[in-house]
């Protein structure tokens, strides 16, 4: 593959790395190789180096280069999801071993690695990855991932990769960042000392809802090989339509987050405004605990808003019952506006009691703010909570 259209800039990256015009018939865009198995010129010569499509096919070849350039990794391995990516992660490890993890993860994240790798023997202690000192006294000998979200979710709260990675550096174990929220295009986090990237590419990198997969990106070629090898033995590999439609996605991610930054931005100052909301979390706004590390690690502030409401459950269920133009819907990233109340939904497999505990109150909001006009996002809001403060009733008066 040849990089001669490349450049060092990540929205020129995004359109050309991995992908070229075809040589015989000069297609712009890359073929969606739908193909389980190549032909072979003598028994175990493959002609390009592919055998069968569970091992490797030529549009996932172009969607991990693609990928590993806008990371700037060295490569790029693609699952049919971001758990079944997860899971290749932890595949690499073996009884005993351990993980120490954020307390405010993707509900998808916890249940895998408390109810399906905790049953092998793997072991997993969850910490607060916004002080790294909690991250330091936690690790072990048999530590082999720190394994941070950042911004985290629903929380949007921010871990500090750099100074993360100097505890992991010291202590010689890899450090894994989830970095589906903020996307390569706000955060880089191979650059900032992370050892590997996770996506789920089914949020802002398909960026149009239409598509479910993951990624790992990284730079050690031992570790690539590794888990190259669980994604090929254990076979959660998307196929090449799929990997056909992120690849499309890639291409726009940086108009598109320039879109949901300034919009979710906007909607996060009238949130801030209204009697009903108790509080708005966005890494943008002043009020954010972390405001200037989010200044420092990321380009802009992404396209989730958390908030909570006064009233608790009652209010957010009308609130996010009431919207039009947001859809009542869980996952994130498209194009298309979101509401949901992670208590109820996203995060309804984290018991009640660990989920407070780790701050997440009952009112809870989220909205995947997407590309629409904005004028449209803020009226539809400001009619919901008309209907969630008349619902909430007295709770709301004051
Ligand atoms: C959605 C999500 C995942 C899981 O990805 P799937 O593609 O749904 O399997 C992991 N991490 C984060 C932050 C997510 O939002």
Redesign the pocket.
Known sequence: MSHNRESDRFETRAIHAGQEANPENGAIMTPVYFTSTYKQDAPAKPRGGYEYSRTSNPTRTALQQNLASLEGGRWGLCFS????A?NALLDRLVPGDHVVAGNDL?G??YRIFKRVFERYGIRFTFVDTTEPAQVERALEPATKYVYV?TPS?PLLRLSDIAAISAITKRAKTLLVV?N??ATPYLQQPLALGADLV?H????YLGGHSDV???ALIGNDDKVREELAFFQNAVGGTPGPMDCFLVLRGTKTLGVRMDRHGSNALAIARFLEKQPLVEKVIYPGLESHAQHALAKRQMKNFGGMVSFELRGGVPAGDALASSTRLFTLAE??GGVESLIETPPSMTHASIPPETRRAAGLADGLVRLSVGIEHVDDLIADLAQALDRARAAAGQLAAR
Do not use: P, Q
């Open positions: 999801s971001g758990l079944a997860t993707y998808g994240t979200e979710n989830d589906t929220f996770l789920s590419l089914t949020k479910v997969g993951g996952s994130l």
